[in-house]
């Protein structure tokens, strides 16, 4: 999703601005731009293709200020005159992130005081604005702060002016800013990745912040326009492990990645002899005994992670459970209980409807609010009361993968310390799940030795155009899981279904064009499977079966089985991921298509 990055420095800021825009190529982007301020004159450059692109374009590009940009298209087609930076009469500059709702309106106002407009979007809105404050004498923070009261939506903005050498102006409101501290330079960007090579201090910006930025010196206003001081933190973010090393794909890299994401993440419980509440924060022992009830709120992948951890939830530690995608929960009319732990879910932390759905349970009263998130210093983890930091590393592929798995850990992990809580584990059952626990990455070492046949296997969905996934209970939502990252990354069509929906519609589009995949475990569903498998190959359904040790599922004509070891319990959905994850990366590599920046997805969605 579109990356800001900024600074101010007694030195050409260029290279800063693109290794930023480079650090956050991984949200995904269309298209990438920069401006700086040169002997009091505007200099752009702007590119449809990759930062690599703008870095040539830009290689005379020089100045001491500037703001630059990676765009996800939401208002306008992605193209160089939809880029940003906007300009407003070769005077103000402007990049932005969010959607401005009432841009229409504005428009049609500013174009009436004589503005022309060269792009389509709702971000040139804000450019003339500013100007139109700003030709009237005011100061830049104050022609912001004006054009700021005019706007309804979300934004993220950086702000610079052709006659103002060392001073610009950021501001934030529904979308994440943060403002870095240099010696005598200063910088703003959307995600701390982008500055971690010029600076470690950093100011995360609150809701309605308008910060004005000197070389030296910066003055921080919230929302009322009243100076703030705001905490100046030193960020632990890691800058190495975004390396692509001597894989061709970071997808395929941090699919292999998952055994020692997985160790990571279960670090704290795997030298422990007991499960404790404080893994998910100190004010947990407190919070869990309060509660009778958990809402899982995510989107995408995380979203099947929720759906897993239903399962367990409600089997294991026996606690009714909910798990809503968050951009419809946001805007339902729910009933709320004080007494639900509100759990979200997000690799990113920044996903902008889950957010404002961890917002809106809030507002409800639900004041019990646990992130499992990968990301220490993102808005969902400051947002809420518990945490779980799943410790996956940096995840750059757009598919997710490594997240997933971990975050299902540490959801694995909640359910446990649920159970114990309320009575339904002993001792014994304690000890044994620790011991599957730490037995996890060695068994999904094994899984990924399938790798070879999955390649090979994946040649047969080439030149297919739909997929059908099966998996049943707890594995259901493993093979939507499978279905997604399938379309994500090759684009072919696939759904999932519950094997025992089957009958009730999907059996009318099986045919031997319909490649079929099913999830196979060797749990008490599987007679049933076997049955639902069955239905298909009579209607001449072509089927790959990921099944497990004993289940005595055969190859044979039109049946293709891929063993998968003994069945590991609770924890089979975490091994039934890997196979489905290889699939979807060996058939969109052989599809040649762009691994880890499909089309039209972003990494992190942080606009509505
Ligand atoms: C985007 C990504 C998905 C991800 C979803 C939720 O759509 O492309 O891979 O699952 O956002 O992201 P989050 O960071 O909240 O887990």
Same mark, same amino acid.
């Given at each position: 999703?579109?990356?800001?990055?900024?600074?101010?420095?007694?030195?050409?800021?260029?290279?800063?601005?693109?290794?930023?825009?480079?650090?956050?190529?991984?949200?995904?982007?269309?298209?990438?731009?920069?401006?700086?301020?040169?002997?009091?004159?505007?200099?752009?450059?702007?590119?449809?293709?990759?930062?690599?692109?703008?870095?040539?374009?830009?290689? %005379?590009?020089?100045?001491?200020?500037?703001?630059?940009? %990676?765009?996800?298209?939401?208002? !306008?087609?992605?193209?160089?005159?939809?880029?940003?930076?906007?300009?407003?009469?070769?005077?103000?500059?402007?990049?932005?992130?969010?959607?401005?709702?009432?841009?229409?309106?504005?428009?049609?106002?500013?174009?009436?005081?004589?503005?022309?407009?060269?792009?389509?979007?709702?971000?040139?809105?804000?450019?003339?604005?500013?100007?139109?404050?700003?030709?009237?004498?005011?100061?830049?923070?104050?022609?912001?702060?004006?054009?700021?009261?005019?706007?309804?939506?979300?934004?993220?903005?950086?702000?610079?002016?052709?006659?103002?050498?060392?001073?610009?102006?950021?501001?934030?409101?529904?979308?994440?800013?943060?403002?870095?501290?240099?010696?005598?330079?200063?910088?703003?960007?959307?995600?701390?990745?982008?500055?971690?090579?010029?600076?470690?201090?950093?100011?995360?910006?609150?809701?309605?912040?308008?910060?004005?930025?000197?070389?030296?010196?910066?003055?921080?206003?919230?929302?009322?326009?009243?100076?703030?001081?705001?905490?100046?933190?030193?960020?632990?973010?890691?800058?190495?492990?975004?390396?692509?090393?001597?894989?061709?794909?970071?997808?395929?890299? &941090?699919?292999?990645?998952?055994?020692?994401?997985?160790?990571?993440?279960?670090?704290?419980?795997?030298?422990?002899?007991?499960?404790?509440?404080?893994?998910? !924060?100190?004010?947990?022992?407190?919070?869990?005994?309060?509660?009778?009830?958990?809402?899982?709120?995510?989107?995408?992948?995380?979203?099947?992670?929720?759906?897993?951890?239903?399962?367990?939830? &409600?089997?294991?530690?026996?606690?009714?459970?909910?798990?809503?995608?968050?951009?419809?929960?946001?805007?339902?009319?729910?009933?709320?209980?004080?007494?639900?732990?509100?759990?979200?879910?997000?690799?990113?932390?920044?996903?902008?409807?889950?957010?404002?759905?961890?917002?809106?349970?809030?507002?409800?009263?639900?004041?019990?609010?646990?992130?499992?998130?990968?990301?220490?210093?993102?808005?969902?983890?400051?947002?809420?009361?518990?945490?779980?930091?799943?410790?996956?590393?940096?995840?750059?592929?757009?598919?997710?993968?490594?997240?997933?798995?971990?975050?299902?850990?540490?959801?694995?992990?909640?359910?446990?310390?649920?159970?114990?809580?309320?009575?339904?584990?002993?001792?014994?059952? &304690?000890?044994?799940?620790?011991?599957?626990?730490?037995?996890?990455?060695?068994?999904?070492?094994?899984?990924?030795?399938?790798?070879?046949?999955?390649?090979?296997?994946?040649?047969?969905?080439?030149?297919?155009?739909?997929?059908?996934?099966?998996?049943?209970?707890?594995?259901?939502?493993?093979?939507?899981?499978?279905?997604?990252?399938?379309? &994500?990354?090759?684009?072919?069509?696939?759904?999932?279904?519950?094997?025992?929906?089957?009958?009730?519609?999907?059996?009318?589009?099986?045919?031997?064009?319909?490649?079929?995949?099913?999830?196979?475990?060797?749990? %008490?569903?599987?007679?049933?499977?076997?049955?639902?498998?069955?239905?298909?190959?009579?209607?001449?359904?072509?089927?790959?079966?990921?099944?497990?040790?004993?289940?005595?599922?055969?190859?044979?004509?039109?049946?293709?089985?891929?063993?998968?070891?003994?069945?590991? !319990?609770?924890?089979?959905?975490?091994?039934?991921?890997?196979?489905?994850?290889?699939?979807?990366?060996?058939?969109?590599?052989?599809?040649?298509?762009?691994?880890?920046?499909?089309?039209?997805?972003?990494?992190?969605? %942080?606009?509505?």
């Amino acid at each position: 999703m579109c990356g800001i990055v900024g600074a101010v420095a007694k030195r050409n800021v260029v290279p800063i601005l693109l290794q930023g825009l480079q650090r956050l190529e991984y949200r995904g982007y269309d298209s990438a731009g920069l401006v700086v301020v040169n002997e009091g004159k505007l200099q752009r450059a702007r590119s449809t293709g990759r930062v690599s692109e703008l870095t040539q374009k830009s290689s %005379t590009t020089l100045g001491e200020l500037g703001i630059a940009h %990676t765009r996800w298209a939401t208002h !306008g087609v992605p193209s160089e005159r939809n880029a940003h930076p906007h300009l407003s009469s070769e005077q103000i500059a402007v990049v932005h992130n969010g959607i401005i709702e009432n841009y229409e309106e504005l428009k049609q106002k500013l174009s009436g005081q004589g503005y022309a407009f060269t792009s389509d979007t709702d971000t040139e809105v804000i450019a003339h604005l500013i100007h139109s404050h700003y030709k009237q004498g005011k100061s830049l923070l104050e022609a912001t702060q004006a054009a700021l009261a005019e706007l309804v939506g979300a934004y993220a903005i950086g702000v610079i002016a052709a006659d103002n050498a060392h001073q610009f102006i950021a501001a934030r409101k529904g979308s994440p800013l943060l403002l870095g501290v240099g010696d005598k330079e200063n910088f703003v960007a959307s995600d701390m990745s982008a500055l971690l090579a010029v600076t470690r201090n950093v100011v995360y910006l609150e809701e309605g912040d308008v910060v004005e930025i000197n070389l030296d010196s910066y003055r921080i206003f919230d929302a009322k326009g009243n100076l703030v001081n705001r905490p100046l933190m030193v960020s632990e973010l890691s800058n190495d492990s975004v390396e692509l090393g001597a894989y061709r794909h970071y997808m395929l890299k &941090e699919i292999y990645e998952q055994p020692q994401a997985l160790a990571n993440t279960l670090e704290a419980v795997c030298n422990s002899k007991s499960l404790v509440p404080g893994l998910f !924060g100190a004010e947990a022992n407190e919070a869990f005994q309060l509660i009778d009830r958990v809402l899982i709120l995510a989107c995408g992948t995380s979203h099947n992670a929720g759906m897993v951890a239903r399962y367990w939830l &409600e089997e294991i530690a026996g606690i009714p459970c909910i798990v809503e995608i968050a951009s419809e929960y946001r805007y339902r009319t729910s009933v709320a209980d004080p007494k639900t732990l509100v759990v979200t879910i997000s690799q990113s932390g920044e996903t902008a409807d889950t957010l404002a759905a961890l917002n809106h349970a809030k507002s409800l009263g639900q004041q019990h609010t646990l992130a499992i998130c990968n990301v220490p210093e993102s808005a969902i983890i400051r947002q809420s009361k518990l945490r779980f930091l799943t410790r996956a590393g940096p995840e750059i592929g757009v598919a997710s993968t490594k997240a997933f798995t971990t975050q299902l850990a540490g959801l694995f992990l909640l359910t446990l310390v649920l159970a114990k809580m309320r009575g339904r584990l002993n001792g014994e059952q &304690e000890q044994k799940f620790l011991h599957e626990l730490r037995h996890l990455p060695s068994a999904l070492q094994a899984v990924l030795n399938l790798a070879p046949d999955i390649e090979k296997l994946a040649e047969q969905f080439v030149n297919k155009h739909h997929a059908l996934f099966l998996g049943r209970g707890l594995h259901y939502p493993i093979a939507q899981e499978g279905a997604l990252k399938l379309k &994500e990354i090759s684009y072919i069509h696939a759904e999932a279904y519950p094997a025992g929906e089957l009958k009730h519609g999907p059996l009318a589009l099986v045919d031997k064009e319909m490649p079929v995949i099913a999830v196979a475990p060797n749990d %008490t569903l599987l007679e049933k499977l076997k049955s639902n498998l069955q239905e298909v190959r009579a209607r001449g359904g072509e089927l790959y079966v990921f099944a497990d040790a004993n289940t005595k599922i055969a190859s044979s004509e039109g049946v293709h089985v891929m063993q998968m070891p003994e069945h590991a !319990g609770f924890l089979s959905p975490i091994l039934h991921t890997i196979p489905l994850q290889l699939l979807a990366y060996y058939v969109a590599l052989q599809k040649g298509t762009d691994v880890d920046k499909p089309r039209n997805l972003a990494k992190s969605v %942080t606009v509505e």
